[in-house]
T-cell receptor, first 115, second 110 residues
Framework: NAGVMQNPRHLVRRRGQEARLRCSPM?????VYWYRQLPEEGLKFMVY????????ESGMPKERFSAEFPKEGPSILRIQQVVRGDSAAYFC?????????????FGPGTRLTVT | GEDVEQSLFLSVREGDSSVINCTYT??????LYWYKQEPGAGLQLLTY?????DMKQDQRLTVLLNKKDKHLSLRIADTQTGDSAIYFC??????????FGSGTRLQVQP
């Protein structure tokens, strides 16, 4: 059973370009969480999705960021018109349920560098 | 709001015990977690504890929870060089997402 997959592992974008980050949850998991880790900091929650639904986006910046988790295919975190401050590691986690002790399993992350 | 705090750095000698501390502010936290992150890698769940427990042991790992003081600790017995990493404390309440501390970098000296 493969773990949580993220791609690309490293992404370099120039200011103003778009970044698309992909996350495939573990098999059998239908809940996906995105977190952002700035250098030397902990992870900060961004958005929580189930298939075709955004459940909690309270951690998402109001502009330029969007996320989806379609019925088929991976979850996508999209950042439009990237700025240098978007440079960070973006982690995806998945779980089989949305409450209780159900652990969140993390992917290896996508390291975004904006030049 | 929710806040989780950890000391930034801990250095120990190989074979000694390591104790990593964490404090949190949300008294309604129901689960508390310890994650390990090695350089360039994702987070690995080490262990978790329910808020109605005060201790949990798993091989070389011991988690202690003082709910009154909102203090959580992770003890690693017989620390090895392979334990060198960043350790994150995280808490979860009714909200589904985890709230993380900023991480404690553990350095194990041979």
């Amino acid at each position: 059973n493969a773990g949580v997959m993220q791609n690309p592992r490293h992404l370099v974008r120039r200011r103003g370009q778009e970044a698309r980050l992909r996350c495939s949850p573990m098999k059998g998991h239908s809940h996906v969480y995105w977190y952002r880790q700035l250098p030397e900091e902990g992870l900060k929650f961004m958005v929580y999705l189930q298939k075709e639904n955004i459940i909690d986006e309270s951690g998402m910046p109001k502009e330029r960021f969007s996320a989806e988790f379609p019925k088929e295919g991976p979850s996508i975190l999209r950042i439009q018109q990237v700025v240098r401050g978007d440079s960070a590691a973006y982690f995806c986690a998945s779980s089989s349920r949305d409450s209780g002790t159900y652990e969140q399993y993390f992917g290896p992350g996508t390291r975004l560098t904006v030049t | 709001g929710e806040d989780v705090e950890q000391s930034l750095f801990l250095s120990v000698r190989e074979g000694d015990s390591s104790v990593i501390n964490c404090t949190y502010t949300d008294s309604s936290s129901t689960y508390l977690y310890w994650y390990k992150q090695e350089p360039g890698a994702g987070l690995q769940l080490l262990t978790y504890i329910f808020s109605n427990m005060d201790m949990k042991q798993d091989q070389r790992l011991t988690v202690l929870l003082n709910k009154k003081d909102k203090h959580l600790s992770l003890r690693i017995a017989d620390t090895q060089t392979g334990d060198s990493a960043i350790y994150f404390c995280a808490e979860k309440t009714g909200r589904r997402a985890l709230t993380f501390g900023s991480g404690t970098r553990l350095q194990v000296q041979p």
